[in-house]
C-alpha cells in the first residue's frame, strides 16, 4: 500500500461510508476488515489500479457492491488449485452471503444475512447515483451526513419478546444450527424471519432490513452478555411510493400449481375471488377503512406472517410507523383527513368547470386557481361539509338566507373559506386607476354571484372584495383578479407629474395572492401527486408548530415549502413514504440546517440548472445581511423569499431549533425504544412556564377546540347537522368566523409593541404572552405615547412607564366572555 496510496485513502473513506450508515459493528455487520478485503480482491483482480485516486478507488468499489450479488454468485480471493477447498457452490449451501478468504476455507461473511447484503447494495447504488451528481456537495453528502437506522425507514418494528424466537427455532426445525450458533436463538432465526418477510411484503417496500444486533463490551471477570438480555430485535421497511397501501394483493390463478403455494404462505387470509377481467385468482384483502388505516397494512402482514410461520404472538411485536397519526385524528371516520381533502378537490374541481362554462360574463375567465392549503393536501384540518342547524341561530335581517349565530349559544364550528382566485381577461375596458378597479372587481362579483345562481342554482353572498359560494357543504371564496392591478398600486405620480413605480406593501400582498401562491398550490398538489406523503408530513408538521403556539410566527407556506425540500433533495436519504419519517426528517432539518450560511432551494420540476443553483448560492452569499433568516428560493422566486419575509424572526427561529432537538430526542427515544413508547403526543405539548402572562380561554367560545392534540372527552354542539339528518331548506353558514383570532387582533393591535402573544390555532385554551423588555424602559413624557402606560412618580422628570395591571385589565375588558382567567408567571413588570 505504500506505492498506492488512493487504496489506503479509499479503505478509509469506505469506512466512513460504512460508519454513517451504522453498517460496520455487530453480528454480521460489513466490518472495516471485510471492507479493506474487498478493495483487496478488487486489485487483484484489476478492478482497480495504482494510478487511480482514492475518489476513484471508491467509487469502483461502489459499483462492484451495486453490480454483484453475493447471496447468489459470491466472490473468493483464493487462487489455489486445490480439489479438496470447498466450492462456492458449497458456501452457499451454508451461508447466505459468501466472500471466501484468500486461504479458500474462511467465508469473511458468514455472519452476514441476506438483507444485510441487499441493504448494503442498495446503499451503494443511491450513493452512486449521489456521485453521479455535478452538485459540489455530494461528497459531503455521502460522507459527513449520518443516516441511523430510524431516519432510513419508513417503517420501525421491534420483537421485543426475544425468548419467543426459541419457539421460532423449534417450529422451523433449526435445532442444528442453533447448536452450530451456540444456542443464540436470535442471530439462528433471523434469516428465516427475514425471508417470510421479504416474501410477504416483497411487492410493497423498496428494502427490507434489520437492525446488527451489537454486542456490547463486558468486564473481563464478569460474564459476556446473553442474546436474550438485548431489548428486541429490529426491523426496517423502506416502502414503495405507490403499492404499499394497496388493500388487495393479487395471487395465482386458482388452477395454477402456484395456488398451493400462496395459500399455504398466506393461511386463512388467502381467499378465491374474481376480478374484472373474469379471472378467478387467489387474493388477500386486507380489511380498511381509510387512507390513515392503509398505511398500516404492511404491520398487519408483519403481525400475520410472523403468527403463522414463526409462532412469534402478536403482543411481542411493536410497530412505531404510524405513531403520529392520532394528532391529525378528529375522532371521525375518516382517519387523518385524506379523504376530507379529495372531497373538498371534488367539488373544487366541480366548480371551476362551472366558472368556466359561465355565459354571459363581461370579460372572459382566463385562469381559475385555488390557494386554500387543503388545494395543495396540506391544510392540517381540511373543511368539512357544513349544514347549519336553525335552531343554533337566528336570520339575518338583511337576507333570508343567511345566519346569524345567537348570543347564548356556543360559538358555531369554524367554517374556513376555500379561496379560489378568477382572472379575468385583459381588456381596454379596464380602468388605469386602482379605485376604479376595485370597484369594477365589485361590478364582477355581482355579475359572478347572478350568474351562478342563474345557471347553476348555487346559494352565493357577495362583498366588494370576494363572492362566497356555498355548495356541497363547502364555502368557496371567489376572488376576481387583474394582472395589471399590482402594477396601478405600486404607481405614483410625482412632483413633475411623471408617473414612476415606487413599492408598496399593499401590491406586495395583491401579489402574493394572486400570483405566487396559486402557483405554490398548483405545484404542491402535483408534488403530492408524486409523494402521497407529502401532504400529511406538511400537516403533522403544521400541527407540531401550532401546538408550541408558534402557527402565527412562520407562514404556513414556508413549512409546504420546507417539506417540499425534503423529499425533492433527499440525498444521502431516499424521499420519504411515511409521514411520521417525513416529520423525523423535518424536525431534523430545523436543527442541523445552516440557515445563516446556506439557502434552502426548492427546485420544482428540475426547473433549476446547475448554472441558476450556483448563482443563487452567490447572491445569497452576497447579500445575506438583507435577506430573511429563512431563505427559500424556487424558479420562480430565486431572489426574495417571498414566503419567509417578515416572519420567522431570528428569535422564532432560535425557539423552533430548540424545540425540535427536544423533540427529536424524545421522537427518537419512542420509535427505538418500545420500551419508552407512552405517550407520542408529549413532543406537541408545549412548555408553558416560558411566559410571563397566561391567558385562558373559555372552551365554549373556541370553535375548533375537538382539534385540540389533547381532544376533550366534551365539547360543546356547534350548531352543524348530523350527516344522516334530513336537509331542508339550506341557509349560507357563518363563514371564518372565529372569535379568538379576533381578539387576538385587538391584542396586537392595542398592546403589539409591549408584548408578543402566542396560541395553538387548533383548539388551544390558552393564549401566552410575553412581555417585550425593551418596552419596559421609562420614556419621556409624550401624549402619543400614553396607550398602555402610566407616569411613573417616583422619577424627577416626567417619565411614562408601563402600566402591566392596567394593560391586564385590558386583557379581560377585551376577552369578556370569552377569557375565563389570567394568571400570572413572572414579575418583570416591576424591573
Known amino acids: 500500500m505504500c506505492d498506492f496510496p488512493g487504496m489506503k485513502d479509499a479503505i478509509s473513506i469506505l469506512k466512513v461510508w460504512l460508519r454513517q450508515r451504522q453498517l460496520d459493528k455487530g453480528s454480521g455487520s460489513f466490518s472495516g476488515f471485510v471492507g479493506s478485503m474487498l478493495i483487496s480482491h478488487l486489485l487483484s483482480k484489476n478492478k482497480i489500479n495504482k494510478v487511480m485516486t482514492a475518489e476513484n478507488v471508491f467509487r469502483n468499489t461502489l459499483l462492484f457492491l451495486a453490480n454483484t ?77 449520518p443516516k441511523p437506522f430510524q431516519k432510513t425507514f419508513d417503517h420501525v418494528c421491534h420483537i421485543t419478546e426475544l425468548p419467543a424466537l426459541l419457539k421460532t427455532c423449534k417450529k422451523l426445525k433449526l435445532c442444528d444450527e442453533l447448536m452450530d450458533r451456540g444456542g443464540d436463538y436470535v442471530l439462528t432465526s433471523l434469516r428465516y424471519i427475514m425471508s ?45 411510493i405507490d403499492f404499499f397501501t394497496s388493500p388487495l394483493q393479487k395471487g395465482p390463478a386458482a388452477d395454477s400449481p402456484e395456488a398451493v403455494g400462496f395459500r399455504s404462505f398466506w393461511g386463512e387470509k388467502s381467499e378465491l375471488r374474481r376480478f374484472k377481467d373474469a379471472s378467478i385468482c387467489e387474493a388477500v384483502v386486507w380489511p380498511v377503512n381509510n387512507i390513515e388505516e392503509k398505511r398500516r397494512i404492511p404491520e398487519l402482514i408483519i403481525r400475520h406472517l410472523l403468527q403463522l410461520h414463526a409462532d412469534i404472538p402478536d403482543s411481542a411485536i411493536t410497530c412505531t410507523g404510524n405513531l403520529l397519526d392520532c394528532v391529525l385524528n378528529r375522532g371521525k371516520k375518516s382517519g387523518t383527513g385524506e379523504e376530507s381533502i379529495a372531497s373538498v378537490i371534488q367539488s373544487y374541481d366541480d366548480l371551476s368547470r362551472k366558472l368556466w362554462t359561465l355565459a354571459d360574463m363581461p370579460l372572459a375567465i382566463t385562469s381559475v386557481q385555488g390557494t386554500h392549503p ?78 351562478l345562481k342563474e345557471q347553476h342554482g348555487l346559494m352565493c353572498r357577495v362583498t366588494p372584495g370576494h363572492v362566497d359560494v356555498y355548495k356541497d357543504g363547502y364555502v368557496f371564496r371567489v376572488q376576481v383578479a387583474y394582472h395589471r392591478e399590482a402594477a396601478f398600486i405600486r404607481e405614483v405620480i ?3 407629474g411623471m408617473r414612476m413605480s415606487m413599492d408598496s406593501e399593499k401590491a406586495f400582498q395583491l ?22 406523503a407529502l401532504g400529511v408530513t406538511s400537516r403533522i408538521a403544521k400541527r407540531w408548530i401550532s401546538a408550541h403556539l408558534l402557527a402565527d410566527s412562520i407562514s404556513d407556506e414556508c413549512v409546504d415549502l420546507l417539506v417540499a425540500h425534503l423529499f425533492l433533495q433527499p440525498e444521502p436519504f431516499t424521499a420519504p413514504s411515511s409521514p411520521q419519517l417525513g416529520f423525523f426528517r423535518f424536525l431534523s432539518l430545523l436543527v442541523s440546517h445552516d440557515w445563516k450560511n446556506s439557502p434552502i432551494i ?22 445575506r445581511n438583507q435577506l430573511p433568516v429563512i431563505f427559500i428560493a424556487t ?23 430548540i424545540l425540535a432537538s427536544e423533540s427529536l430526542v424524545t421522537l427518537e427515544k419512542q420509535l427505538m425504544s418500545p420500551s419508552e413508547i407512552s405517550d407520542i403526543k408529549i413532543i406537541f405539548r408545549p412548555p408553558m412556564d416560558v411566559y410571563d402572562v397566561l391567558i385562558h380561554l373559555n372552551p365554549r367560545h373556541i370553535p375548533r377546540h375537538r382539534e385540540a392534540v389533547d381532544q376533550p372527552t366534551i365539547s360543546f354542539i356547534r350548531g352543524i347537522v348530523d350527516d344522516n339528518s334530513p336537509k331542508k331548506d339550506p341557509r349560507f353558514p357563518v363563514v371564518d368566523y372565529d372569535p379568538v383570532q379576533l381578539y387576538l387582533c385587538e391584542l396586537r393591535a392595542c398592546y403589539g409593541e409591549f408584548a408578543l402573544f402566542f396560541y395553538d390555532t387548533h383548539g388551544g385554551e390558552v393564549i401566552g404572552v410575553l412581555w417585550n423588555p425593551s418596552s419596559f424602559t421609562p420614556q ?49 413588570w416591576k424591573i
Open 374 to 451: 387543503a388545494l395543495r393536501c396540506t391544510d392540517v384540518f381540511p373543511p368539512v361539509p357544513v349544514t347549519p342547524s336553525f335552531y343554533f341561530f337566528k336570520r339575518c335581517e338583511s337576507s333570508d338566507e343567511f345566519l346569524v349565530p345567537l348570543a347564548h349559544k356556543p360559538t358555531p364550528a369554524y367554517v374556513s373559506p376555500v379561496r379560489v382566485i378568477c382572472h379575468l381577461e385583459g381588456s381596454g375596458k379596464w380602468p388605469s386607476d386602482k379605485r376604479a378597479i376595485r370597484k369594477l372587481k365589485a361590478a364582477f362579483h355581482i355579475r359572478l354571484a347572478e350568474l
Open 780 to 828: 419621556p413624557f409624550n401624549k402619543d405615547a400614553v396607550n398602555g402606560r402610566v407616569v411613573d412618580t417616583k422619577s424627577e422628570t416626567m417619565l411614562l412607564v408601563p402600566s402591566v395591571e392596567a394593560m391586564l385589565a385590558d386583557f379581560e375588558i377585551l376577552g369578556k366572555g370569552l377569557v375565563s382567567r389570567i394568571q400570572c408567571q413572572s414579575e418583570k
Open 602 to 623: 426548492v427546485n420544482f420540476n428540475e426547473d433549476l440548472k446547475d448554472a441558476d443553483i450556483t448563482e443563487i448560492q452567490n447572491r445569497f452569499t452576497s447579500t
Open 69 to 145: 450479488d453475493w447471496t447468489v454468485k459470491g466472490i473468493t480471493m483464493s487462487r489455489s488449485p486445490d480439489p479438496s477447498l470447498p466450492s462456492l457452490a458449497d458456501f452457499h449451501q451454508a451461508f447466505e452471503v459468501v466472500f471466501v478468504d484468500p486461504l479458500g476455507v474462511v467465508n469473511l461473511c458468514a455472519d452476514m444475512t441476506a438483507a444485510t447484503y441487499r441493504r448494503i447494495q442498495f446503499e451503494a447504488k443511491e450513493s452512486l447515483k449521489i456521485l453521479s451528481n455535478t452538485n459540489t456537495s455530494s461528497f459531503l453528502q455521502l460522507l459527513m451526513v
Open 494 to 496: 410625482a412632483e413633475d
Open 635 to 657: 424558479p420562480k422566486d430565486r431572489d426574495m423569499s417571498v414566503w419567509t419575509m417578515g416572519k420567522p424572526s431570528a428569535q422564532i427561529l432560535h425557539r423552533l431549533i
Open 511 to 532: 401579489e402574493l395572492e394572486t400570483i405566487h401562491l396559486p402557483y405554490l398550490t398548483s405545484t404542491l398538489h402535483g408534488l403530492h401527486q408524486r409523494f402521497p
Open 196 to 240: 417470510v418477510l421479504q416474501k410477504g411484503l416483497e411487492p410493497r417496500v423498496v428494502l427490507l432490513s434489520h437492525a446488527l444486533p451489537q454486542k456490547p463490551e463486558w468486564d473481563i471477570n464478569q460474564d459476556p452478555a446473553n442474546h436474550s438480555d438485548a431489548d428486541s430485535l429490529l426491523l426496517g421497511l423502506m416502502l414503495t
